[in-house]
């Protein structure tokens, strides 16, 4: 029996996914569907599967700003209450099918009140979702936590507002808050008195940064804004150079973030995908797991990217010949990760994930560590 993990096999290995969008996560056929409900009549296919192919090339654009393009539809059909709870309960379906145990999953609530909801109905909306898909999936024998991440946009001004929001809703669902959208030109500083707020609340948050935009970003995300993780944040090898022994020389801001454990949430194929990286074989994570920073794997976008996080794994697996151990690390790092209380995030390691690999393994035919 082979000791490799393929597709198959990841599939049924218990993941955890940080950096997903909702918006970027719908069913080709709910588009349609749901366009058709809300007579959205922009969109470039109606056919499901011709809609897939436009989502994932129109994607790999090389760009950041036109690969943000294609949000227009899946936002424009995403606008009731109806709408926003079928995509949110299909989402945790399709993550749990996917052998998700522990997902956060973000949005931007603000992109979402075209159809005459508030942000608390939107907020709502999405949380009565991912409810409903969580027990239809325990239906099914496939038991997944999903919580949410709201997402503020960096271009826009209501990242103070959607903060509140964040920390109003953190004990019915939220765990945390971001801010995503293009990256050049938006600084993360732009949004201070938003992070300032989230720190006195001893509130949880992320920041896209890294990804379109290089070093400055990441170190106003950490060192201004006290971000708890990183959006990305892949462009953090602009600051380790190969010393003349085969060795690595870490600059300051990479060993910082080494030394400090800040979690990288990294999308391999949706670095691809903006040309934040050339190709997978190539993407920094082979470097970053090497010199052991504290490592995540995530989707970011499982409709633009057509992926999903077991797919992204069996990616990395040919790219870079990962074992079980090392989708462990990963796995573990990501848990470890969560904005979710310790004793949770510990309860799901020993009582989830290192079972669920110890038996995979063991199929595998390798030692059980
Ligand atoms: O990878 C990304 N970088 C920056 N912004 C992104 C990325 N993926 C999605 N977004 C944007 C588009 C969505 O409409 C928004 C909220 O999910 O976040
Ligand atoms: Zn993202």
């Known amino acids: 029996m082979s000791h490799e993990p393929t597709l198959d096999r990841i599939r049924r290995a218990p993941k955890v996914l940080l950096h997903d969008h ?3 996560g719908l069913r080709p056929r709910t588009v349609v569907e749901l366009a058709e409900q809300a007579g959205y009549g922009a969109l470039p296919e109606t056919e499901p599967d011709a809609l897939a192919d436009w989502f994932a090339s129109a994607a790999d654009s090389g760009s950041l700003e036109r690969y943000l393009e294609t949000f227009t539809h899946t936002v ?9 709870l079928r995509v949110a309960a299909e989402c945790a379906e399709d993550l749990a099918d996917d052998g998700v145990v522990y997902a956060e999953v973000r949005f931007a609530p603000e992109q979402h009140l075209e159809g005459g909801l508030g942000l608390d109905q939107v907020v709502q909306a999405v949380l009565d979702g991912f409810e409903e898909g969580a027990r239809r999936a325990r239906e099914r024998g496939r038991e997944i936590r999903v919580g949410c991440l709201l ?5 826009a001004a209501r990242s103070r507002e959607i903060a509140e929001l964040a920390v109003r809703y953190r004990t019915s669902g939220v765990a945390g808050f971001d801010i995503a959208g293009a990256e050049a030109g938006h600084p993360p500083t732009r949004h201070l008195d938003a992070f300032e707020f989230l720190r006195r609340e001893n509130a949880h948050f992320t920041i896209h940064a890294g990804e379109a935009f290089g070093l400055p970003s990441i170190w106003e995300a950490l060192q201004w804004c006290g971000a708890d993780r990183l959006g990305h944040g892949v462009r953090i090898v602009d600051d380790i150079e190969p010393d003349p022994d085969g060795g690595y020389r870490l600059g300051r801001l990479a060993s910082y973030v ?20 050339p190709s997978i074989a190539e993407h920094p994570i082979g470097l970053l797991r090497r010199l052991r920073f504290r490592v995540t794997v995530n989707t970011d976008n499982r409709l633009q990217g057509r992926t999903s996080l077991s797919e992204e794994f069996a990616r990395l697996v040919s790219a870079f010949g990962y074992d079980w151990d090392d989708l462990q690390w990963f796995t573990v790092n990501a848990m470890k990760s969560a904005f979710l209380p310790f004793d949770e995030r510990l309860a799901l390691i020993n009582g989830r994930i290192k079972p669920g690999f110890a038996e995979l393994k063991w199929a595998a035919g390798g030692a059980v560590r």
Do not use: F, Y
């Open 22 to 24: 909702l918006d970027g």
């Open 76 to 84: 424009g059909v995403m606008q009731s209450r109806g709408a926003l």
């Open 151 to 155: 997402t503020a946009m960096r271009h």
């Open 258 to 277: 080494r030394d400090k454990r800040i979690p990288l949430e990294m999308c391999p194929s949706s670095n691809v995908q903006t040309g934040a990286a």
